[in-house]
């Protein structure tokens, strides 16, 4: 007869539809019993995708009666939605004073993401929103770097954390509350613990959009702030290249999977214009992002040229649209953050 340790292995082979941990890694089994012949087991999902959790039940119950010498399953899946639906403000209880929340993520590293978070950020700013800036990239932290934060977070009154400001945006990294050269060496708990601790008892404030820059991939921390705070949108971030185009289609199949809006697609490092002739040079390629949006039914939103101000720009603190708003890049990221805005308020 199989053990309580047995029916856990096991369901470890049910993964959460878009995500690439299983539903034992992330909790979401609450309950195992094994009497002789006879299986029981409960699994609560958060989530308000009644598909997502369709999914779950079907394959953990065919991995349940796969098991050897097992003849009766009992099996109870059930949801638990987020507290708001998307769309709605405020957001949830953890951020009173946020209207909107927009997560930045990529399928994969090297795609510049976080630059395009940073830049976002500011760009929304530009046009007159008042806005914070989470880094949810715990492993690789760099915001506050690229957003020119030199001061340390200060504690308030109530006990609570205060962002860093970064050109009139507020800032919020486990960058400042680490030494630069100490690795992040956590598992998932842990992660997901950090990003509650952001979300709790960092004093916000009132915003009109809170960006949250994501780790690369999908995982702990993707599904943490997805089940802690109501998204209301995502931007996927890509490059020309298909091995990228791929990743970013994983991306973007996961928030549906999760019931986030994707605002849409942004090809990044698309072109490069001289600055002496205007020629257009398609280092990586271009169009795979326009592309792969009207494949997938998103709107595309643009492309930001590859300019090596914004790499100087990034590492010095002054991103390309403080520093050089009227550059292509500039231009872009402020196109941007208006279709944003547009999509946030219709």
């Known amino acids: 007869m199989p053990t309580e340790a047995d029916v856990r292995e096991a369901l470890k082979q049910v993964k959460f539809p878009g995500l690439t941990r299983d539903i034992v890694s992330f909790g979401f089994v609450r309950s195992v019993a094994v009497a002789g012949d006879r299986v029981e087991a409960e699994i609560v999902l958060t989530t308000a995708n009644a598909a997502a959790a369709a999914q779950v039940e079907r394959e953990a119950r065919a991995v349940l009666e796969a098991l050897p010498d097992v003849h009766v399953v009992t099996l109870e899946c059930r949801s638990q939605a987020p507290q708001a639906a998307p769309g709605s403000a405020p957001t949830a209880k953890l951020l009173p004073g946020v ?101 709790e008892d960092v004093e916000w404030g009132e915003l009109d959009v809170l960006v949250v820059d994501l780790p690369p991939g999908t995982g702990d921390a993707q599904l943490t702030i997805t089940q802690m705070v109501p998204l209301h949108g995502a931007v996927i971030v890509t490059t020309p290249q298909d091995v990228a185009l791929i990743d970013a289609r994983k991306g973007l199949a996961m928030f549906r999977k999760v019931n986030v809006p994707v605002l849409g697609i942004i090809e990044n490092m698309s072109v490069f214009i001289c600055p002496h002739c205007g020629a257009r040079n398609e280092i990586f390629k271009s169009g795979g992002g326009r592309r792969t949006a009207e494949e997938l039914g998103v709107p595309f939103l643009g492309e930001v040229p590859i300019d090596p101000e914004i790499v100087v720009g990034g590492d010095g603190g002054m991103p390309i649209v403080s520093a050089r708003p009227d550059s292509e890049a500039g231009k872009a990221f402020l196109a941007l953050a208006a279709t944003v805005l547009r999509r946030l308020e219709s």
């Not at 020119?148 to 860093?164: L, S």
């Not at 507020?170 to 690795?183: E, H, N």
């Open 99 to 199: 209207r909107h929340v927009v997560a930045v993520a990529s399928g994969k590293g090297g795609v510049g993401k976080s630059t395009v978070a940073a830049n976002l950020a500011l760009a929304l700013r530009s046009a007159g929103a008042r806005v914070g800036l989470l880094d949810a990239d715990i492993y690789g932290p760099s915001q506050q770097l690229m957003m020119g934060c030199t001061d340390k977070p200060r504690v308030n009154d109530e006990g609570k954390i205060v962002p860093v400001d970064g050109h009139g945006v507020g800032v919020m990294s486990l960058g400042f509350l680490m030494d630069a050269d100490t690795p992040v060496i956590w598992r998932g708990p842990m992660v997901m613990k950090a990003l509650q601790q952001f979300l």
